[in-house]
């Protein structure tokens, strides 16, 4: 267990409302150690106490995302691990499930987002998952196993145990057929988007996910689904891709420049991105640095996530503290943990 008031890195998050805001950590103290500890921050501007937290040991929470609330089901918060552990919690109920009982079988999963009303989740290896009633369920399409006979096969275990060793140009085809999606999205429970590695794009349907064309090659890490007609995918070397899945996607900017666009979010009609060089804003033909200095919000600022519930403000996640943007200035949140840092 990490020590109370030892530095933390932040990694990601969601917004719960324009004053709660949900912030997923890392002591430093814990980091490269065999039992990870993640400690989840809750961020209430309303409240005497604006930070409380709890930490849970062995797990690393790669994503998170608001479940709404629908009818007599509460908002709550659903937090992933890179193992495939979710856990779903609010003040009256803590679920913890098993995307898949294997863990990890296929490669580490990446992303959780709800959908309409219906939580996704997706990882390397071609997975693809909703949780129903019964559980969560793969809706890949046979991807995962394809995508695990691949392995196999390049490694030469199982079935290929004894093959020929394999020239280096085969392994590389045989990576680039991996799908490994690496962030899931959606403006109903029938139009979920995923995006990954290598440029990879797929659309579900609510019954087939299909993977679509793609105008890059770059890594993709992050969607934002706007509206059924405009959806958002970001990533590597400022990647900004703008369609759908029905009449394509199009890059709106792309650069050599090795910055990675790690986080999207529309707010008030603009496109802003998160990166390790600032908040960034597009213009429509290039994206340009968001300074306040009064904030401390400049181009050297990192920033892990973004996110938004209303116009009212945009949430900024960095690497020590947090932001309130409100898409003119910006109010600096410090991290007790990191007062100082």
């Known amino acids: 267990m990490s020590t109370p008031g030892a530095s933390v890195s932040l990694g990601n998050g969601f917004a719960v409302s324009s004053r709660f805001l949900i912030i997923v950590g890392f002591p430093d103290e814990t980091s ?22 709890q930490d849970w040991a062995g797990e690393t929470v790669v994503s998170a995302c608001l479940r709404r609330p629908l009818g007599v089901v509460l908002r709550a918060g659903c937090f992933l ?16 499930e098993d995307v898949d009982p294997r863990k990890n079988a296929y490669g580490s999963l990446r992303s959780i987002q709800e959908a309409g009303e ?3 989740a997706c990882g ?41 060793p394999r020239g280096a140009e085969d392994r590389i085809a045989l ?21 990954g590695l290598r440029g990879l794009i797929g659309y579900f349907d609510g019954s087939h996910l299909a993977l679509l064309s793609s105008p890059t090659g770059e890594h993709l890490v992050d969607i934002h689904c706007v509206s059924h007609d405009r959806v958002l995918i970001v990533g590597y070397y400022q990647t900004l891709l703008i369609g759908n899945a029905r009449s394509g996607f199009a890059v ?19 496109i802003y991105v998160g990166t390790t060089a600032g908040l960034r804003k597009f213009n429509g033909s290039k994206f340009e640095v968001v300074s306040d200095a009064s904030a401390g919000l400049d181009d050297k ?7 938004s519930v209303t116009d009212e403000c ?28």
């Open 32 to 53: 490269g150690l065999d039992n990870p500890v993640t400690r989840i921050f809750y961020l209430n501007l309303d409240s005497q106490t604006r930070f409380t937290y």
């Open 81 to 96: 691990s890179e193992e495939g552990r979710v856990e779903i919690l609010n003040s009256t109920e803590h679920l913890s």
């Open 118 to 120: 219906i939580l996704f």
């Open 124 to 164: 390397l290896g071609g997975q693809l998952y909703r949780r129903s009633t019964n559980g969560w369920e793969a809706v890949d399409g046979g991807l995962r196993d394809k995508s695990e006979r691949r392995m196999r096969k390049e490694l030469g275990i199982g079935e290929f145990a004894g093959e020929d």
């Open 175 to 195: 990576g680039k057929e991996s799908p490994d999606f690496t962030r899931v999205d959606g403006s109903s429970e029938r139009d979920v988007y995923v995006c």
């Open 252 to 270: 709106a900017y792309e650069s050599n420049a090795a910055i990675t666009f790690y986080s999207v979010r529309e707010f008030r009609g603009e």
């Open 301 to 307: 600022t990192v920033i892990q996530q973004i996110d």
């Open 314 to 341: 945009l949430w900024l996640i960095g690497d020590r503290h947090v932001f309130r943007y409100d898409g003119v200035k910006a109010e600096k949140i410090e991290l007790p943990d990191n007062r100082g840092r």
